[in-house]
């Protein structure tokens, strides 16, 4: 799902499609923006930021107390929690033009172009703001045979000292099933690869609208399953095959372990949720504390729900609501038998009381969890570990902890009060 800084990086366009769709100029303003859409896709890899770019990352560079002295209130606090002050100066830039945002991007996103050029600028804005790590032994990019057709992984080897098989996570990126990529979370992975000293392979699954649910889970599965298959020849031990994902890659990630459980073959043996999209969490008290003006707005649940999940949307419209387990995990009729499972969760996030909530099911069945929500954060903290200090933190302890858990089978507990 979209990061706060991504989604001002799409304002420029966005708001001018709006405001000429406003004056009922709607077909022109489609038109001039494909025009120009297709002339501003700058590659995201390889990565060299623009001059622009290069200004965003420098201001954001500034140290906490600059942004503290220009914030437009208070610092928030919200049940108990202060937002950084950094984030909460990003949320203010964006929050009074927001609104025009999403109507527009209802036009935008109806054509391959637009859709084209949103994940561009996704993918670039993931990488600017992610911290660059140590380099890796190997990267290879490879392409697997999926029920779907070919799924590009991209395989991450940390340095280490010894040649033992290591422990492997297959991963799965956010970007609320429609945009994000292997390139916007390359620095995301190489950071889990080198913090908890595992082999990750990352997984490029199809997209919606293109390609509704289950695609995604499909692509997931059938690439743990071919990891499982190969672990040996990528250097791995297949005994200590974990899954893992942030926000709709945490949602993925969830789906392969029910789906093993379901087929009676062997799951993972781990589970590293970012910020996991574990349901529908409309009724959640964090859904209506943060659904406006912290980066992942209502409104966009709203926008991806009939593109992502048409069967949900047309059951909803029938009154016929019968959502299974595997679109919403967290009200499935059972969890138990779900690998030891990491959740972490960001304060100031829609998702926070649904992961929670997914945290404690899942030690009421008998599942060793560890749960941390980092107070300060918002959703997406791990495109942020360039420029916010808690994000980093936060990234570099889940990754670790990861790499403890799998080698040792030992979770020891929650800590929800963090």
């Known amino acids: 799902m979209s990061a706060i800084e991504g989604i001002a990086g799409l304002l420029p366009g966005l708001v001018w499609v709006a405001l000429l769709s406003v004056a009922g100029l ?35 560079s500034k140290p906490d107390h600059w942004f503290a002295a220009r914030l437009r209130g208070q610092q928030e606090i919200v049940d108990g929690q202060r937002l950084d002050p950094k984030l909460q100066y990003m949320m203010e830039q964006t929050r009074p033009v927001s609104g025009l945002a999403m109507p527009a991007m209802q036009a935008v996103y109806a054509t391959s172009l637009g859709r084209a050029w949103v994940r561009n600028k996704i993918d670039r804005v993931w990488l600017l703001y992610t911290k660059a790590t140590e380099p890796m032994r190997l990267v290879a990019d490879r392409e697997i045979a999926g029920r779907g057709g070919p799924t590009p992984i991209r395989i991450y080897h940390p340095e280490v000292e010894a040649d033992d098989p290591l422990p492997l996570l297959v991963f799965h990126h956010g970007g609320g099933w429609i945009f994000s990529s292997i390139a916007a979370t390359d620095r995301v992975c190489r950071l ?15 997209l919606a609208p293109e390609h509704p649910y289950p695609a995604a889970s499909d692509d997931g599965e059938d690439a743990f399953l071919w990891v499982r298959a190969n672990a040996p020849s990528l250097g791995g031990d297949p005994a200590r095959i974990g899954v893992g994902g942030d926000s709709a890659g945490g949602h993925i990630a969830i789906n392969i372990a029910q789906r093993q459980l379901i087929a009676g073959r062997p ?18 008290r964090s859904f209506k504390l943060f659904g406006k003006g912290y980066g992942l707005d209502s409104t966009f649940i709203d926008f991806i729900l009939p593109r992502v999940f048409p069967i949900y949307l047309d059951q909803k419209r029938t009154g016929d609501l019968r959502v299974d387990d595997l679109m919403d995990p967290l009200r499935a009729q059972s969890l138990r038998g779900m690998p030891p499972t990491i959740i972490s969760t960001a304060g100031f996030d829609i998702l926070r009381d649904s992961g929670r909530a997914f945290a404690g099911r899942l030690e009421a069945e008998g599942v060793p969890v560890r749960y941390t929500n980092y107070p300060s954060l918002g959703h997406s903290f791990l495109q942020f570990s360039a420029v916010v200090a808690d994000a ?9 902890l990861f790499g403890q858990i799998i080698r040792k089978n030992a979770i020891g507990t929650a800590d929800p009060a963090r």
């Open 26 to 60: 709607s077909a022109l303003a489609v038109a001039a923006a494909l025009a120009w859409f297709r002339y501003d896709i700058v590659p995201a890899e390889p990565f060299r930021p623009t001059r622009k770019e290069a200004e965003q990352l420098a201001l954001y």
């Open 192 to 206: 889990i690869a080198s913090q908890a000293k595992v082999i990750v392979v990352s997984v490029g699954y199809r």
């Open 267 to 284: 799951g993972p043996a781990a589970m590293l949720l970012f910020y996991p999209g574990t349901g529908m969490p409309v009724e959640d």
């Open 392 to 400: 980093d933190t936060a990234s570099r302890e889940q990754a670790e």
